[in-house]
C-alpha cells in the first residue's frame, strides 16, 4: 500500500458490549453512561478507537442484534443525547468510535416488518424475503443459527407465506435486492456518520445478497451463514463503501465475514472498494499450537494482505474467551497478548481480556442467550466491593470467576499484571511504525516458537511466541522491549524462553 497510512490501520480497537461494561442506573444491565464513566480507562491502557456493540432500540431476543429501530438508543442504555456526549468523549481524548450495524435482518418488532407482515399487498411486503409453500414444508433446507434442528423459515399463518430468518424467527432477514431497502439502509448509515460516528463493525454482511433462487447447499453445508457467499454482496458493498467514502475523516469499516477460509474473506475487500478490513475467524478457533499459528500468518499474509489490511482477533461477544479457550492458563493469555499486538494488521481487544478474564460458569437456571455465549459476556468488574463498580452485586449475569480480585482498579495498581502489560505492549506499538504498520516476515525457530520481524523503514522489532511446556533456545538478538511474564524487559535477550511466554525485542 502506497501513500498517507490510513488511521485505522495502526490503531488498536477495544470492543465495549455494553450490557456488561458497567452499570449507573441500578436496572443490573449496562449503560452508555458507565461506558462514558471508564474512558480514563481506556485512555490509560491507549487504545485508539471503541467498537461499540448494538445500543439500537430492541426487543433483546438476541440481545441487540434483532433491532427495531436503527436511528435510537434503546432507553436500556441512555438516550441519543447519552451516545453524543459519548462520541464527544471519545472525540476530546483522541478516541474514535465505530459502532455495530445490522444490515442482514432487523426485528419482527421493526416498522417496516409489521408492515410487511400486515398484508401480502403491503408497501413494505417485497422489503423481506417471502415465499409460498406448504406450511409444512419449508420452502429449502436452510437451517437457522442457533438451532441447526430448526428451519431457517417461519411460517406466517396471517398471510400464508414463509419468511427468512437466518437466526431467530424474531429476526426476519431483509432483501436486498430491493432498492428501497438499499436506499433505506444507507440511510441508517448517514444518520450515525452525520452524528460524528467514525465507522461501523458491519454484523454477518457476508449474507446480505443472497441470490433470488435461495438453492439448497448440499449436504454438509446447510447453516448459510457458512455458506452463502455470492457476487451480488459484492455489489452492495461497493455501494456501502460509496456511503462511507460521502463523509470526511476516513469513515471505516470492518465486516463480520463468517467464512473461516481467508481466501473467501479476502474477496469483501474488493479492489480497495468494498470492506475496509475484515475479521478473519480461522485463527480465533486454532489451537494454541506454533505450528497452526504459522499457517494463520502465511495464508493470512498471502490471502488477504495481497487484498488489503488484515485484522487479528483473539476474544469477542460471540465465542469463548481465549484464556478459557487456552485451557485457563493466565501464561498462555499472556503470550497471546503478544502475539495479538505484535501481527501485521489491525487488533481488536474484547473489554476484560486486558484483565485475563475467563468466562463466567452460568447455572441452567441463568441461561439467557440463545447462542449460548453467556459466559463470555459476564460483566466486568472495575473495584474489589462486592457490587464492583456497579450499583448492584448481582446483575443480568453472573461475574466472571476471581472477579473480587481480578478487577480493574487492582491491575492498574499491580505493576505485575495483565492490564500493565497490555499497557505496555500498546505503548510499544504506538511508538513503533514497525509494530503499527511495519511489514511482516516469519524466521526460523525452534519447534513450538512462532518467530518473526517486523520492519518499517529503518525501525525493527522481533517478535517470538513460546507455545511449548518446556524451556526453549531461540537464536535472536535485541533488547527485550516487552515481555509477557515482565522479566527480564530493557536487557538485552537471553536467548532462552520460558514455557508459554512471548517476547518483543528492539535493537
Known amino acids: 500500500m502506497s501513500g498517507p497510512v490510513p488511521w485505522w490501520q495502526g490503531a488498536v480497537f477495544y470492543q465495549v458490549y455494553p450490557r456488561s461494561f458497567c452499570d449507573t442506573d441500578g436496572d443490573g444491565v449496562g449503560d452508555l453512561a458507565g461506558v462514558r464513566r471508564h474512558l480514563d480507562h481506556l485512555q490509560w491502557l491507549g487504545v485508539d478507537a471503541v467498537w461499540l456493540s448494538p445500543f439500537f ?42 459502532v455495530d450495524w445490522v444490515p442482514n435482518h432487523t426485528s419482527d418488532q421493526h416498522p417496516w416488518f409489521v408492515e410487511a407482515r400486515s398484508s401480502r399487498d403491503s408497501a413494505k411486503r417485497d422489503w423481506y424475503v417471502w415465499r409460498d409453500g406448504d406450511p409444512s414444508t419449508p420452502p429449502n433446507g436452510w437451517k437457522a443459527a442457533f438451532s441447526p434442528d430448526q428451519p431457517a423459515w417461519t411460517w ?54 443472497k441470490g433470488s433462487d435461495l438453492p439448497d447447499l448440499g449436504a454438509g453445508a446447510a447453516t448459510p451463514v457458512l455458506s452463502v457467499d455470492v457476487p451480488r454482496t459484492h455489489e452492495l458493498l461497493r455501494g456501502i463503501r460509496a456511503v462511507l467514502d460521502e463523509y470526511p475523516g476516513e469513515r471505516t ?33 486454532s ?87 453467556d459466559g463470555c459476556r459476564a460483566p ?6 462486592p457490587a464492583h463498580g456497579w450499583v448492584r452485586e448481582d446483575n443480568w449475569l453472573p461475574w466472571p470467576p476471581e472477579a473480587g480480585a481480578r478487577h480493574a482498579q487492582a491491575q492498574r495498581d499491580d505493576r505485575s499484571s495483565v492490564a500493565r502489560l497490555y499497557r505496555r505492549l500498546l505503548a510499544a506499538r504506538r511508538a513503533s511504525p514497525a509494530l503499527r504498520v511495519g511489514e511482516l516476515a516469519l524466521r526460523d525457530a525452534p519447534d513450538g ?58 535493537p
Open 57 to 98: 432500540r430492541s426487543p433483546m431476543a438476541d440481545y441487540g442484534y434483532d433491532v427495531s429501530d436503527y436511528c435510537d438508543v434503546d432507553p436500556l442504555f441512555g438516550s441519543l443525547e447519552d451516545l453524543d456526549r459519548l462520541i464527544a468523549d471519545l472525540h476530546a481524548r483522541g478516541m474514535r468510535l465505530m
Open 156 to 209: 406466517d399463518d396471517a398471510t400464508a407465506q414463509w419468511y427468512l430468518h437466518l437466526f431467530l424467527p424474531q429476526q426476519p432477514d431483509l432483501d436486498w435486492s430491493n432498492p428501497d431497502v438499499v436506499e433505506a439502509m444507507h440511510g441508517t448509515l448517514r444518520f450515525w456518520l452525520d452524528r460524528g460516528v467514525d465507522g461501523f463493525r458491519m454484523d454477518v454482511v457476508h449474507l446480505i445478497g
Open 253 to 285: 469499516s470492518v465486516g463480520e465475514v463468517y467464512l473461516l477460509d481467508p481466501a473467501r474473506v479476502a474477496d469483501y475487500y474488493g479492489d480497495g472498494d468494498e470492506l475496509h478490513m475484515s475479521f478473519n475467524f480461522q485463527p480465533l478457533w
Open 287 to 373: 489451537a494454541w499450537d506454533a505450528a497452526v499459528w504459522r499457517e494463520n500468518v502465511v495464508r493470512t499474509e498471502r490471502e488477504i494482505a495481497a487484498r488489503g489490511w488484515p485484522t487479528w482477533v483473539l476474544s469477542n461477544h460471540d465465542v469463548p474467551r481465549h484464556r478459557t479457550r487456552y485451557g485457563g492458563s493466565e501464561a498462555r493469555a499472556r503470550a497471546a497478548a503478544v502475539l495479538l499486538l505484535g501481527l501485521r494488521g489491525t487488533p481488536f481487544l474484547y473489554q476484560g481480556e486486558e484483565l485475563g478474564l475467563l468466562d463466567a460458569v452460568v447455572p441452567p437456571e441463568r441461561v439467557l442467550d440463545p447462542g449460548g455465549r
Open 380 to 385: 466486568v468488574p472495575w473495584d474489589a466491593a
Open 449 to 506: 516458537v512462532l518467530a518473526w520481524d517486523r520492519t518499517a523503514g529503518d525501525d525493527r522489532r522481533t517478535v517470538l511466541v513460546s507455545m511449548t511446556s518446556t524451556p526453549v533456545q531461540v537464536a535472536a538478538d535485541g533488547v527485550v522491549e516487552v515481555s509477557s511474564d515482565g522479566a527480564g524487559e530493557g536487557a538485552p535477550f537471553s536467548g532462552r524462553l520460558a514455557p508459554d511466554t512471548a517476547v518483543v525485542l528492539r
